[in-house]
């Protein structure tokens, strides 16, 4: 038997979560919902499958690829999305070639055994509907012919959950008389997945064993705990743990944790009734419960608050931030090269400006600073690196500063950002509005090292890179990298620096 599966479902009802994915695509016990439907078909002897896809359609298929992996084959078909099934069928009729087909909402979490499902439709004339505990599970054995019941019957997979849970009552009293086809009545559980909650309670079900014949990825470490390959988690937590994912010995997973792939979270976290999405940050020191996390996202399904959260210590979505920071870092590093190949007129000039002005002093003289890159304690504990910079002895301010181009080079500066400090000055900062400017990275122009002058108060400076910390993005710091290049050819860069 072949199976035409229906993966065309908005996800309204699961905004935010379904805005850059599929509801098909969420994942269920650290694996995509729909590839929980696909292992029920292999279990079934059903190799054959088509999809019916709409919105994210380019993800669905990179996601399952022509179903190799599973020894099964996979073809796609594009709808508008949430509609009837007839009509896409009916579309479809020159490609159906078999009498008899499996229709499945890959959608929806079931746990009971379709292959006997199908053996017990065999004895039954017509079409048959799975239900249980009374609702339609979303999932029929479909005879195609030509008569109008036989094509409506499919409608009985039609979403929103209003049509799929009543439609064999809506059948019934559109055509003035019983169906042309049965029900089935089947034990197991059923999860519609129709609201936030209850995308997170069927997780928590998941793990409590209310899905039985799920495969649930993983080696069972404790009878409550399973870990996914690759995955550091410390004996005692409690959860599931899915691949790729660090959690720090001192954070603690108490009870009903699901845990999805590539997560990391940090020392002294606390997560209990909480799903965690994929590539997701947790900090140090946070405690989350009865939550969603995805990224930067926190959904409580307790209270439905959706908080997004800006402070990327407590919160953050690795793959951004990864692919950001990196992308980020390759761009400053390949500028600060650039800019030192094209300074090299210049050095002859600042090595003879430093020789004339202070000719007992050595050409070159270090000094520390505080940098961007950070290292970890014992503990886990990440803190900014000090670093020694070069500055060569002369008072004319372009080319005092032109040898920290080679720090910007390493990584340990960009080359907007705001004022480096001593590793002094820092420490002296520390009234919470004084330390805003930590936010943005350390740069060698920026707003206060281009436009406040020699002599401001301390708290000029501060103030402007708080602001600037809080109000940056590439757009900005596109303009003040600008407005340096510019500031070469100007007065300022060529007076004296005292």
């Known amino acids: 038997m072949k199976a035409i599966l229906f993966a065309d479902r908005h996800g309204e009802e699961l905004l935010p979560l379904t805005h850059e994915t599929a509801v098909a695509l969420l994942p269920i016990a650290t ?3 729909i590839e929980h439907t696909l292992e029920d078909l292999l279990t079934a002897e059903i190799k054959q499958v088509l999809i019916m896809v709409s919105a994210h359609a380019d993800e669905i298929e990179q996601t399952l ?18 509609e009837a099934p007839a009509e896409m069928l009916a579309r479809l009729s020159a490609k159906l070639t078999d009498s008899k087909y499996l229709l499945i909402r890959g959608d929806l979490l079931r746990s009971f055994d379709i292959k006997n499902f199908l053996t017990q439709a065999d004895s039954l004339p017509g079409g048959v509907v799975a239900t249980v505990k009374g609702v339609n599970a979303g999932v029929c054995v479909w005879y195609r012919d030509d008569s109008a019941p036989s094509w409506l019957l499919s409608n009985v997979l039609h979403w929103p959950t209003l049509c799929l849970t009543k439609s064999l009552t809506l059948f019934t009293t559109t055509h003035n008389g019983p169906p042309e086809f049965n029900t089935l009545a089947l034990e197991g559980n059923l999860a519609l997945l129709d609201s936030l909650r209850a995308y997170h309670q069927a997780n928590i079900d998941v793990l409590a064993g209310q899905f039985p014949v799920l495969v649930i ?21 409690l959860g599931l743990v899915g691949a790729y ?8 997973l108490l009870d009903k944790v699901v845990l999805s792939h590539e997560v990391i979270v940090g020392r002294q976290a606390i997560l209990q009734n909480t799903v965690i999405l994929p590539h997701t940050y947790v900090g140090e020191n946070v405690e989350i419960k009865n939550a969603i996390v995805r990224g930067n996202l926190l959904i409580r399904v307790d209270t439905g608050a959706i908080v997004q959260v800006i402070d990327s210590f407590l919160l953050a979505d690795l793959k951004k931030e990864t692919l950001s920071r990196r992308f980020s870092g390759i761009i400053n ?3 600060g090269l650039l800019t030192l190949l094209l300074s090299l007129p ?7 400006a430093a020789l004339l002005q ?7 003289r270090k000094i520390k600073l505080r940098g961007n890159l950070i290292w970890r304690d014992s503990r886990g504990v990440a803190h900014p690196q000090d670093f020694m910079a070069l500055e060569l002895a002369t008072n004319v301010r372009l080319l005092k500063h032109l040898p920290k181009l080679l720090a910007v080079i390493r990584g340990q500066m960009r080359m907007v950002g705001v004022s480096p400090e001593s590793p002094e000055q820092a420490q002296a900062r520390t009234a919470p509005w004084q330390k805003v400017r930590d936010y943005a990275p350390i740069g060698l122009i ?26 940056r993005h590439l757009g900005t710091d596109l303009i003040w990298l600008l407005r340096g290049i510019l500031a070469c050819f100007g007065e300022r860069a060529w007076s004296n620096c005292g």
């Not at 210049?346 to 003879?352: D, I, M, R, V």
Request: with cysteine; charged share 15%; glycine share 10%.
């Open 346 to 352: 210049l050095w002859p000039l600042a090595t003879l």
């Open 333 to 335: 590093r390949t500028l």
């Open 217 to 237: 990825p993983g080696y069972l470490i404790t009878d409550n705990l399973r870990v996914g390959h690759r995955s550091s988690v410390k004996p005692g937590n």
């Open 446 to 471: 920026g707003p206060s090292q281009l436009t406040i002058p020699a002599g401001a108060p301390e708290e000029e400076r501060l103030l402007l890179e708080a602001y600037y910390a809080r109000t």
């Open 245 to 252: 994912c660090q959690v720090h010995p001192q954070a603690f």
């Open 65 to 82: 690829g022509d179903g190799q992996r599973w020894g099964m084959q996979l073809d796609y078909f594009l709808s508008r999305g949430q």
């Open 31 to 33: 694996k995509p919902l």
């Open 358 to 364: 202070n000719p007992q002093a050595p050409l070159l």
